[in-house]
């Protein structure tokens, strides 16, 4: 199914990802209480924390397209609308053939002539965090007076025509605002809203869950399957990642992106050039770059995939690696459990189950079941759900 309209269209057709991802620093004018790498925000003597140079970024961006053929990027911080010389790394990827999207809370865009000279420089679309309204947002960030500039941002972006999308995490205390953050997407013109589930990654790993802000899968449903109701009721694109299959009912479970269904979405990150830039020595400021690995090699690092011969196995197909890659990073990276009940379920091979942090803290007795034949297909669900392709994308993904 492909529709077109103006300048995206709207397809269920699957590719792989050419999108690349940069981590400029992490210097951000927030303190999110769930973010990914808050220790690295607050502690400036961490070797993260301090914004690259121009020259080295500009490096790992043509080493995303000559190496790895990335046709896209996510550039994130921190927060990297603050990086110095932003709007010249914006230019300089479209210069090289990679369309840039910057992954930000937008608080500075407030300023119309900053949005203004970020337009112009050539951005392709922002990735706005939305983690809830007025003083539910400024409880979650930590700064007072941000929302008003954020919802400024928005119409900034709007008028100046910057195209944006939005992030939302499924935090506790923002499960009431989902259907509200639904409805300003629909107000405001947000082309895909993502909710995330509360994840452990990075900084997060140390144990900073806790029931305080740690809902249950079950809490989620309900305020979760509304605002996607919303959504999809206006045909705008909506996904939920990192969420078990039966957290869902079957109406949604199109929109559920796990590992194995995250290199499909064209807005996410390509496996192969993410096993590279998400190493420290490429997101911190003084080490050198490392030398590219392919995502063969990558894999052979893993207890999973690093057996004699897969290096040189020739039946081992592209996207049997990007799924070897996937179990990786939920078994070995993220700890994903599964309740002896998963056994049973027809979706247990292309699903995560549930995170190992999340199985701390309460077990994974909601694990209900799908009846039916075993899915082998990581994309059996997601291939039915209507995403947007931008005009840029057409040749990558038709």
């Given at each position: 199914?492909?529709?077109?309209?103006?300048?995206?269209?709207k397809?269920?057709?699957?590719?792989?990802?050419?999108?690349?991802?940069?981590?400029?620093?992490?210097t951000?004018?927030?303190?999110?209480h769930?973010?990914?790498?808050?220790?690295?925000?607050k502690?400036?003597?961490?070797?993260?924390?301090a914004?690259m140079?121009f020259?080295?970024?500009?490096?790992?961006?043509?080493?995303?397209?000559?190496?790895?053929?990335?046709?896209?990027?996510?550039?994130?911080?921190?927060?990297?609308?603050?990086?110095?010389?932003?709007n010249?790394?914006v230019?300089?990827?479209?210069?090289?053939?990679?369309?840039?999207?910057?992954?930000?809370?937008?608080?500075v865009?407030?300023?119309?002539?900053?949005?203004?000279?970020?337009?112009?420089?050539?951005?392709?679309?922002?990735?706005?965090?939305?983690?809830?309204?007025?003083?539910?947002?400024e409880?979650?960030?930590?700064?007072?007076?941000?929302?008003?500039?954020q919802?400024?941002?928005?119409?900034?972006c709007?008028?100046?025509?910057?195209?944006?999308?939005?992030?939302?995490v499924?935090?506790?205390?923002?499960?009431?605002?989902?259907?509200?953050?639904?409805?300003?997407?629909?107000?405001?013109?947000?082309?895909?809203?993502?909710?995330?589930?509360?994840?452990?990654?990075?900084?997060?790993?140390?144990?900073?869950?806790?029931?305080?802000?740690?809902?249950?899968?079950?809490?989620?449903?309900?305020?979760?399957?509304?605002?996607?109701?919303?959504?999809?009721?206006?045909?705008?694109?909506?996904?939920v990642?990192?969420?078990?299959?039966?957290?869902?009912?079957?109406?949604?479970?199109?929109n559920i992106?796990?590992?194995?269904q995250?290199?499909?979405d064209?807005?996410?990150?390509?496996?192969?050039?993410?096993s590279?830039?998400?190493?420290?020595?490429?997101?911190?400021?003084p080490?050198?770059?490392?030398?590219?690995?392919?995502?063969?090699?990558?894999?052979?690092?893993?207890?999973?995939?690093?057996?004699?011969?897969y290096?040189?196995?020739?039946?081992?197909?592209?996207?049997?690696?990007?799924?070897?890659?996937?179990?990786?990073?939920?078994?070995?990276?993220?700890?994903?459990?599964?309740?002896?009940r998963?056994?049973?379920?027809?979706?247990?091979?292309?699903?995560?189950?549930?995170?190992?942090?999340?199985?701390?803290?309460?077990?994974?007795?909601?694990?209900?079941?799908?009846?039916?034949?075993?899915?082998?297909?990581?994309?059996?669900?997601?291939?039915?759900?209507?995403?947007?392709?931008?005009?840029?994308?057409?040749?990558?993904?038709?």
């Open positions: 199914m492909i529709s077109h309209n103006g300048n995206y269209k397809t269920t057709r699957r590719v792989l990802s050419r999108r690349g991802v940069l981590w400029l620093g992490q951000c004018n927030l303190r999110c769930f973010c990914y790498f808050l220790d690295r925000v502690h400036k003597d961490h070797p993260e924390h914004f140079s020259d080295k970024a500009r490096s790992i961006c043509s080493t995303l397209v000559d190496v790895y053929g990335n046709r896209a990027i996510d550039i994130q911080g921190g927060e990297p609308t603050i990086y110095p010389e932003i010249e790394l230019t300089h990827c479209r210069t090289i053939g990679l369309l840039p999207s910057l992954i930000t809370n937008a608080i865009l407030h300023r119309k002539d900053v949005c203004r000279q970020l337009k112009d420089a050539g951005v392709r679309d922002l990735l706005i965090s939305i983690h809830g309204l007025g003083q539910t947002y409880d979650v960030v930590g700064v007072p007076g941000t929302h008003a500039k919802m400024e941002a928005l119409e900034n709007a008028e100046i025509g910057i195209p944006f999308r939005f992030n939302c499924l935090a506790k205390s923002i499960l009431p605002d989902l259907e509200r953050v639904a409805k300003l997407a629909l107000d405001t013109g947000a082309r895909v809203v993502n909710f995330i589930t509360f994840n452990p990654f990075e900084d997060q790993q140390n144990k900073k869950r806790s029931l305080a802000n740690v809902p249950t899968y079950s809490e989620v449903k309900e305020p979760l399957t509304a605002a996607l109701k919303l959504l999809a009721s206006r045909g705008v694109e909506c996904n990642r990192y969420l078990p299959f039966c957290m869902l009912d079957e109406e949604f479970r199109p992106y796990d590992f194995q995250l290199p499909y064209l807005h996410e990150w390509d496996y192969a050039s993410w590279w830039t998400g190493q420290s020595q490429q997101r911190n400021k080490s050198a770059l490392t030398p590219p690995p392919t995502l063969r090699q990558a894999n052979t690092h893993s207890g999973l995939f690093g057996k004699p011969g290096l040189d196995d020739a039946s081992i197909t592209t996207a049997e690696e990007y799924r070897h890659s996937a179990l990786i990073r939920a078994r070995e990276h993220c700890k994903y459990k599964y309740d002896e998963c056994a049973s379920c027809a979706a247990h091979d292309i699903c995560d189950g549930f995170n190992g942090d999340y199985a701390e803290l309460f077990g994974a007795a909601e694990a209900a079941p799908i009846s039916g034949d075993k899915i082998d297909d990581p994309l059996h669900y997601a291939q039915r759900q209507i995403k947007i392709v931008e005009k840029d994308d057409y040749d990558w993904a038709s």
